[in-house]
């Protein structure tokens, strides 16, 4: 299935216009996340845990709503106890000392709108900072040690380092900017939101690597062509398989956002934006980023295209304008 027959864009011709945009997310994204900071769910900051149950069974939307009415929006999980009942698990954010004021407001907010069906304590609890710290430090890591894993792959798989530090850049890009949505519109970030932000980068970097290899294969077999013309039949050969692709994921990020309930609306949400941000970064930035470095800036500088390659590396190069 082909979207476009024989594309003929010259991606290269607006590769200003395209760095720019990227430029301004990136670091407008950046800018953001450093002066206003992630709004951290509970398993960063800590809080109140307060674990409870119904006489009657009730609906965990039913619980949620309730709650939302009242005026808190707790993270909700049921526990099967014995015998099959359920209890649930309320966490909200907050510090040691609110623990016994914050779970009384609960416990009165749930007895008020549930009073046909008044509600057990079972547990309260403080899940404290220290875990919240751990977490952090572990996030960060392995934000990190992906993003070094990517660029050293590209770079053995490319035999260039600065083909890998492009499509890190690129898909630093696609993470920075959804991490700055959920900053800007205060949204909450949890373990879950970490997962949409790692499975953005892996796919960004995957839709890349097809243009990057099919760069490589036109470098092998078109050796009368301008590196001009290497970049853009090559974005332009890849684009109908690659818009496919996005159209897909970007479907069922929409189902699932639509129906897929409060608990994985955030989620949903990350991944609609990543997929946004990374088919741009894919298609008009990380490709045009190769070519400034290979034409202007160092690498083939002067220097359209090897007249002959072999293992991906030039044997001849033919001088040329960039």
């Not at 307060?50 to 939307?61: C, G, N, S, T, Y």
């Not at 939302?68 to 209890?87: C, H, M, N, W, Y």
């Amino acid at each position: 299935m082909e979207l476009f027959r024989k594309p003929n864009i010259d991606f290269i011709g607006h590769r200003g216009l395209a760095i720019a945009v990227s430029a301004v997310i990136l670091f407008g994204g950046g800018l953001a996340i450093a002066l206003k900071g992630f709004n951290y769910s509970i398993e960063f900051t800590g809080g109140t845990l307060l674990q409870v149950a119904f006489p009657k069974p009730i609906e965990m939307a039913e619980l949620r709503s309730r709650l939302d009415g009242a005026g808190f929006r707790p993270e909700i999980q049921t526990v099967s106890a014995a015998g099959g009942k359920l209890s649930y698990i309320l966490r909200e954010k907050g510090s040691e000392a609110a623990v016994a004021a914050e779970s009384d407001r609960i416990m009165k907010a749930l007895r008020e709108t549930f009073a046909e069906n008044p509600p057990i304590l079972e547990k309260k609890d403080f899940v404290g900072p220290v875990v919240g710290k751990d977490l952090k430090r572990r996030t960060y890591w392995a934000i990190f040690l992906s993003l070094l894993g990517i660029v050293i792959y590209v770079a053995f798989r490319f035999s260039n380092p600065v083909w890998g530090a492009a499509g890190v850049l690129a898909l630093f890009h696609d993470v920075v900017g959804t991490s700055a949505v959920f900053c800007i519109a205060g949204l909450e970030v949890d373990l879950l939101i970490v997962t949409a932000l790692l499975t953005i980068a892996g796919y960004s970097i995957n839709d890349t690597i097809v243009i990057f290899d099919r760069m490589r294969e036109n470098l092998r077999v078109k050796r009368g062509a301008t590196f001009r013309e290497i970049v853009n039949s090559s974005i332009n050969e890849t684009l109908s398989r690659t818009l496919i692709t996005v159209f897909t994921v970007q479907i069922v990020c929409i189902v699932l956002y639509v129906f897929g309930g409060p608990v994985l609306r955030n989620f949903s949400l990350a991944l609609i934006i990543g997929n946004i941000l990374g088919s741009w970064s894919t298609i008009m930035a990380s490709a045009c980023l190769i070519y400034e470095w290979e034409t202007r800036l160092g690498g083939r500088k002067h220097v359209e295209v090897p007249a002959a390659v072999k293992g991906g590396k030039a044997l001849k190069k033919l001088k040329g304008n960039a």
